[in-house]
């Protein structure tokens, strides 16, 4: 029966020692001992000049073979090894008082016949009597051993197989050397050993580490007598008498490829404190099976990615289809799919090699990781999305050869290969390079509207035109009546008036300018756009306009509202078939009342002016619903569309604050919500101001001459004094010589080189307090460096108008 320490600490007789008998001890050494004795924590107490060892049971296994003649003995007589360490250690205690600790300490410890590593926390304190003067030492201790061993072992775990993939050793060889040269306690020397596939011995060092030559031609013969004996890996080298000093004994560690046939042999000598039975045997066995792992792969990875060039090489007509002539990369992969796996890149088509700056070569065996950026959260969240639904859309960013980011929008789906195991495909497109092709298309878009609406509109202005003529005809003719005349002159203006609305409706919709929202009265809005959204619709469908009783503000660009309901029209018009109805509806709304957003977007207000354009058509099906926003897609055939419609329209109306949307299914046609913001400001309704009596000098220059009449007779009916010029020559020189020009109009385009724009910047030279209108026939580009002053009116304007313009920039810059 074993002895408990307690037991044997009662039982021995201390008189033999130089304590002596134990009931002479001090009592504060007693309860010391008591309660070491109760711990399960290691313990260990040293008495008295000679250092009389008393632990408990808990410190057994860290004496090992030398328990339990340790037990009552003098601490120098069971630990010899380190006597150098203990006796400066302890004699610092018994001289101080002050106690030391130690982290992961290496002690070569002989606990079964002969030293070996072993690693402690531990600490040394004083034991004190009542008097203050030091009884003995008590060391509280931990063994880390297992834990700082495993600890460097743990490396060989980083081993992976070569990229790109090759087979053999040279997948794993210079890894093995670079992990194991930075352990020298398990490797203080090695040397590895490719085999002969003629006839399996040892042909060529690929590499050692802290070996000579004559070390490296021992470790060969060591690994030959193994490979013949085929049993016993371990060796001995101390009987060598021209090996280094230091180096004892070591084992050998076969590596065989999938097929079961050796390949290489690795021969590892630890440091003479490793056990090499004991402890390196077990470091071999985990380094034999990390490595046939590595190997396994490594092969299946090279025969998957050879069987993939070879498909590239002999590719079938819908192979080139699908990989060289899609717009969209294509990268075919290898994968687990689980969330943390890591992917192979088998095929990929000529689009993702240019997105990703690698050729196909180069390309083919690349790893996931290094086409992302490390600690990319999003990519996390998408692969743990794909291992849970088997695919992902949405957008990531790629990193280029070069490290530069490329943002895409992609979908990665999983799929199961009979015959070769988990697949994934993952399309992407550059998002840069979509938004390039967006605003291509929305060119495109606004041109072939722009092209389909001519000539209806060409047809309503004829008709105008055909009014006005037949007027001026009427008046010329000699033989109509006064009150005749009246009416024909009235036809003639409100004719004149149709055909500048028609003109103007379509520069508002074809320019592209900054987007401005203002204020637009809806009913009145709507009202006036009727001849285009009716040239729209062609003759496949009626139009009904109910804008409600209340006069309704919002702020909106007219060009940005009325391409969003050309839009839907030209899409209503191709989904009806027969005769149809249209309805544009326009009501004030909460965003709750609403149908939802198809993408999660958010309106900011509380309420909003909707626009809802129906039509009776056979409506959107419920599998497009999800996708009718996305760009390029379209149910029209080739040459119908460029299917960007209503995504343009979406981007637009949001830029100004507004939404579009597509109702909830509704049956026998599809309900489309524009959502506009409510505005507070009333539109202007005051009368047109008066500039008779203030006798204003106005310089005018206009190059056509029926234009300059016309406009030189209203400026006189007006109550202005026109000084009139043909050119920005002219102008110039009038200016210079009349310095009480109270205001100038000027011509866009003029001849001899100068534009109004540049002759508003010369008069400012002159006179710079003078106000300049600059008159045009269309929507001027963008104007740079222009004075804030300049203000334009366009073309064809009335009387009222002029007056309107003249007053208002002359109240600007001389109110009254």
């Known amino acids: 029966m074993t002895l408990s320490n307690t037991d044997r600490l009662y039982q021995m007789d201390w008189g033999q020692t130089v304590l002596g008998p134990i009931d002479n001890w001090p009592p504060e050494m007693r309860t010391v001992l008591d309660t070491i004795m109760a711990s399960d924590f290691p313990i260990c107490t040293a008495w008295g000049e000679s250092n009389i ?3 408990n049971d808990a410190y057994n296994p860290i004496f090992g073979d030398k328990h339990p003649q340790s037990f009552g003995a003098p601490v120098f007589d069971s630990w010899p090894e380190i006597s150098e360490f203990l006796s400066e250690s302890l004699g610092q205690i018994w001289s101080s008082g002050q106690p030391v600790a130690f982290r992961d300490m290496l002690l070569p410890l002989n606990k079964a016949g002969a030293p070996e590593e072993c690693y402690f926390d531990f600490s040394y304190s004083a034991i004190k009597g009542r008097d203050g003067q030091i009884l003995g030492l008590m060391s509280i201790a931990h063994e880390t051993t297992p834990h700082a061993v495993q600890q460097r072992r743990n490396a060989i775990l980083a081993l992976r197989q070569a990229n790109p993939p090759e087979s053999g050793v040279l997948a794993f060889s210079q890894q093995l050397h670079d992990i194991l040269e930075q352990n020298e306690m398990d490797c203080r020397a090695g040397a590895f050993f490719e085999l002969s596939a003629e006839n399996g011995v040892p042909a060529k060092c690929l590499w050692s580490i802290r070996a000579e030559d004559g070390l490296v031609a021992r470790l060969r013969s060591k690994a030959v007598e193994y490979l013949n004996a085929g049993s016993g890996n371990i060796f001995d080298l101390s009987i060598d008498a021209d090996c280094p000093q230091g180096l004892e004994g070591g084992l050998c560690v076969p590596f065989a490829n999938g097929k079961g046939h050796l390949i290489a042999i690795l021969t590892l000598v630890p440091d003479p404190l490793v056990p090499v039975e004991r402890s390196l045997s077990q470091f071999a066995r985990q380094i034999s099976q990390h490595v046939h792992d590595v190997i396994q792969a490594s092969e299946l990875l090279s025969e998957n ?39 192979f890149i088998l095929a990929i088509n000529k689009q993702a090699c240019r997105m990703l700056g690698y050729t196909p070569e180069e390309a083919i065996g690349l790893e996931r990781s290094q086409l992302f950026f490390s600690q990319d959260r999003k990519l996390a969240d998408a692969l743990r999305e794909r291992s849970t639904d088997g695919y992902f859309w949405g957008s990531l960013v790629f990193r280029r050869k070069d490290g530069s980011p490329v943002p895409v929008e992609l979908t990665s789906n999983l799929f199961e290969d009979p015959s070769k195991g988990r697949r994934a495909v993952t399309i992407f497109r550059d998002l840069g390079e979509l938004k390039i092709k967006q605003d291509e298309g929305a060119q495109m878009l606004r041109s072939e509207a722009i092209a389909s609406l001519a000539q209806s509109v060409a047809h309503d202005f004829n008709n105008m035109l055909t009014v006005i003529l037949g007027s001026l005809d009427e008046l010329s003719d000699p033989r109509t009546g006064g009150s005749l005349q009246q009416e024909t ?6 004719a004149a008036d149709h055909a500048a609305k028609l003109t103007n409706q379509l520069l508002s919709y074809s320019r592209r300018e900054k987007i401005k929202p203002v204020p637009v009265e809806i009913w009145a809005f709507l009202e006036e756009i009727r001849p285009l959204l009716i040239s729209a619709l062609s003759d496949s469908a009626s139009l009904r306009i ?53 993408d999660g977007y958010e309106l900011e207000d509380e309420r909003y002016l909707a626009l809802y354009v129906r039509d009776n058509g056979p409506g959107v099906p419920e599998n497009l619903r999800e996708t009718i926003f996305n760009p390029a897609f379209t149910t029209k055939g080739v040459g119908d569309g460029t299917g960007l419609g209503l995504t343009i329209a979406l981007s637009t109306l949001r830029q100004i604050g507004g939404d579009l949307r597509l109702a909830r299914e509704t049956e026998g046609g599809a309900e489309f919500q524009i959502l506009l913001r409510l505005s507070d400001t009333d539109i202007d309704q005051s009368a047109t101001p008066d500039l008779q009596g203030h006798d204003y000098c106005v310089l005018y220059v206009e190059d056509n001459d029926l234009v300059r009449e016309n406009t030189v ?62 008159t045009t026939g269309y929507y001027p580009e963008e104007p740079t460096g222009e004075p804030p002053e300049t203000a334009y009116l366009r073309k064809p ?6 007056v309107e313009i003249l007053a208002g920039a002359l109240q600007r810059t001389r109110p009254s």
């Open 489 to 494: 002159l009235q036809s003639a203006k409100r």
């Open 713 to 774: 007779s209203m400026l006189k009916q007006i109550g202005t004094r026109p000084l009139v010029a043909r050119n920005s020559r002219e102008a110039l020189e009038i200016a210079k010589e009349n310095s009480a020009i109270d205001i100038v109009l000027t011509d866009l385009v003029l001849p001899g080189g100068m534009s109004g724009r540049a002759l508003s910047k010369q008069v400012k030279h002159i006179l710079p307090e003078v106000p300049v209108i600059i």
């Open 797 to 802: 304007y009335t009387q009222d108008q002029l």
């Open 305 to 343: 990615v050879r069987e993939a060039k070879l498909r590239m090489a002999e590719q079938s007509a819908m192979y080139k289809f699908l990989f060289d002539n899609i717009q969209d990369g294509v990268i075919y992969s290898a994968a687990t799919g689980g969330a943390d796996d890591e992917a």
């Open 53 to 55: 060892q008393i632990y």
């Open 546 to 598: 109910d804008a409600g009783e209340d006069r309704l503000v919002c702020l909106t660009d007219t060009s940005v509202l009325t391409s969003a309901i050309i839009n839907l029209l030209r899409n209503a018009r191709h989904a009806i078939t027969g005769s149809g109805l249209v309805t544009i509806r326009a009501e004030v709304v909460s965003p709750g009342d609403l149908s939802p957003s198809h």
